[in-house]
């Protein structure tokens, strides 16, 4: 995974700024309690969702289990369809190998569906540097995008943004990208979205270059599935002369049937949506349809190391459809941003980590940002069990060592050692009770401390229970 986030605080220095920002929280807040409502009616719809989750469960461990095998079968498919398969192993490698496809086709500008995968190599800015201008067509990357801005959120990248800041944004920098936004633009939703409609029009019509992911990979055809609500990705994807899909090898499941089980439950647990407005299958190309070139970019980039991963590997099965952070009460209040990853809330602390390492100060907190309610995992459509990852991940970043781990360790040490000599226990809670008057609301230092920076310590009681129960009970 790239560096471009890791130059950001830790997550609890991130968060800490974010809670801060009443705009931000309202934005959140109405938009994630509206998604998680409509989706939660969407699911109720559906008396086997049990089923359904558990089936997908079953093929995405089925096939991280034989991966390999089914993307030798992936490639010999696309191949066969008249596509061109690439293998990178890591960001470097797959930026050289976009950018040197683009220079191929002797063309300056490039049109984009909506992709994680491109965003986690960061895709847009190695293109830039070679002198590529990479245009995102999905509304909320169009306003991350012209904001300057870095996406928030899976599904909606700008829920951080109200329709004045995008009205604003819009009326600012449309022209320097392309056609400029009308003059009297308001915040409506229609008018905003027409004047992104009219701003992407041209580029449509004049790409000649077409990059996006894909949702899911078939092994046994070859084909690639992107589903989307806008319709641009269909432009993207039909219009261009030339499709370069930069997927990530874990997008893979066997079967044309196995493909039905996901088209199922990705559309009702991102956008609460029965089934996608669009959903969009190529199988290579043909002469007289579509792109008369494809390329397939398939990114490792971390994924074989966290497959590796007994416990961490089940991150691998998300399909990205962002329910998780919809119900997440830490993401609902610190936003996207703090995970200092293009993945953010429940899913992003457990694959940024395992993508990237703990090395960084960043991806060693992100394990700690959750309270491990749980909700993640109830609303997983793969069953990802979030809390586990996390727990596992924490044991992972505590063995690193480090001051706050090493001042931990030595205090379950000492308290190990009061807990197994009863006397010892006993006079020092006859000794804290007698001086509870003296004891302070807050802990000093930056370790201790930090835990009742929003809580008070518990008041001591007047006497230990022990001495109470002498007392009263005989």
Not at 74 to 85: F, K, P, R
Not at 180 to 207: M, N
Not at 416 to 434: F, M, N, Y
Request: charged share 25%; glycine share 8%.
């Amino acid at each position: 995974m790239s560096g471009t986030y890791l130059g950001m605080p830790s997550f609890p220095k991130a968060a800490h700024e974010a809670v801060g920002n009443t705009t931000l929280r309202a934005n959140l807040r109405h938009a994630t309690h509206t998604i998680r409502d409509k989706r939660a009616k969407a699911v109720a719809e559906l008396d086997d969702w049990a089923l359904l989750r558990e089936a997908g469960k079953q093929i995405k461990d089925h096939t991280l289990s034989h991966l390999d095998t089914y993307l030798v079968q992936l490639e010999e498919a696309v191949t066969a369809a008249g596509g061109v398969v690439h293998w990178a192993t890591d960001a470097d490698e797959a930026n050289q190998i976009v950018t040197r496809l683009v220079k191929e086709t002797g063309e300056s500008e490039v049109v984009k569906v909506k992709s994680m995968a491109t965003q986690e190599i960061e895709l847009n800015e190695a293109l830039e540097e070679a002198g590529i201008a990479a245009y995102e067509t999905d509304l909320a990357e169009l306003i991350v995008q012209l904001g300057h801005d870095r996406p928030s959120h899976i599904l909606v990248p700008a829920i951080h943004r109200n329709r004045g800041e995008i009205r604003d944004i819009f009326a600012k920098e449309m022209g320097d990208w392309g056609r400029p936004a009308p003059e009297g633009l308001t915040d409506t939703p229609a008018e905003l979205a027409e004047a992104a409609r009219l701003h992407l029009r041209e580029k449509f019509l004049r790409a000649k270059v077409g990059i996006s992911g894909a949702n899911f990979m078939v092994a046994e055809t070859g084909t690639l599935v992107v589903v989307e609500s806008e319709g641009n990705g269909r432009m993207c994807l039909t219009l261009p002369e030339t499709l370069i899909s930069v997927v990530g090898i874990e997008k893979i499941v066997p079967t044309w049937r196995d493909l039905e089980v996901f088209l199922q439950t990705l559309p009702r647990s991102s956008t609460a949506e029965r089934m996608n407005p669009y959903t969009s299958m190529w199988t290579g190309t043909t002469d007289t349809d579509g792109p008369q070139t494809f390329h397939l970019v398939l990114i490792d980039n971390g994924r074989t190391d966290t497959l590796a991963d007994e416990v961490g590997r089940q991150a691998l099965r998300c399909i990205r459809c962002s329910a998780c952070l919809n119900v997440c009460p830490v993401y609902e209040r610190a936003g996207g941003h703090a995970y200092g990853s293009v993945y953010p809330g429940p899913i992003g602390a457990i694959l940024s980590p395992q993508l990237r390492g703990t090395a960084s100060e960043i991806d060693a907190s992100l394990p700690y940002a959750s309270s491990l309610c749980g909700a993640c995992y109830e609303v997983c459509p793969v069953a990802i069990d979030i809390p586990e990852v996390l727990v596992h991940l924490r044991e992972k970043v505590a063995d690193q060592g480090g001051k706050g781990h090493r001042l931990e360790k030595a205090a379950i040490r000492a308290a190990g050692w009061v807990l197994d000599h009863p006397g010892a226990l006993a006079a020092g809670e006859r000794v804290a009770a007698k001086t509870r008057k003296l004891h302070p609301k807050k802990l000093p230092g930056p370790g201790a401390g930090q835990w009742t920076n929003s809580r008070d310590l518990p008041r001591m009681p007047a006497e230990p229970f022990r001495d109470w129960w002498k007392k009263n009970r005989t």
